[in-house]
């Protein structure tokens, strides 16, 4: 599973459906990480590590669009 760092410059020129879809791919796969974790512990520790990073940025980006959405 290819894991890459996206930016928040990136995340933020995303439309808000794409921000959802992006979260719940993420999320996805991070259930998945969850379930293998027996297979390869070593490689599952960073991938899941890289993945709660995203989904952090992700989430971050998305509750800042929304708070400016409110505040206009």
């Known amino acids: ?6 930016t928040q410059e990136e995340i933020r ?13 993420l999320r996805t796969k991070l ?3 969850r379930m293998d974790v027996y297979q390869s ?4 520790a960073q991938v899941k590590r890289g993945l709660k990073r995203n989904l952090a940025r ?3 980006v998305k509750n800042t669009k929304k708070k400016a959405e409110n505040n206009n």
């Open 1 to 6: 599973m290819d894991i890459q760092k996206i």
């Open 58 to 60: 992700v989430l971050t």
């Open 13 to 25: 020129g995303y439309e808000p459906t794409r921000l959802k879809e992006y979260e719940a791919e």
């Open 41 to 44: 512990v070593a490689n599952a």
């Open 31 to 33: 259930a998945e990480i």
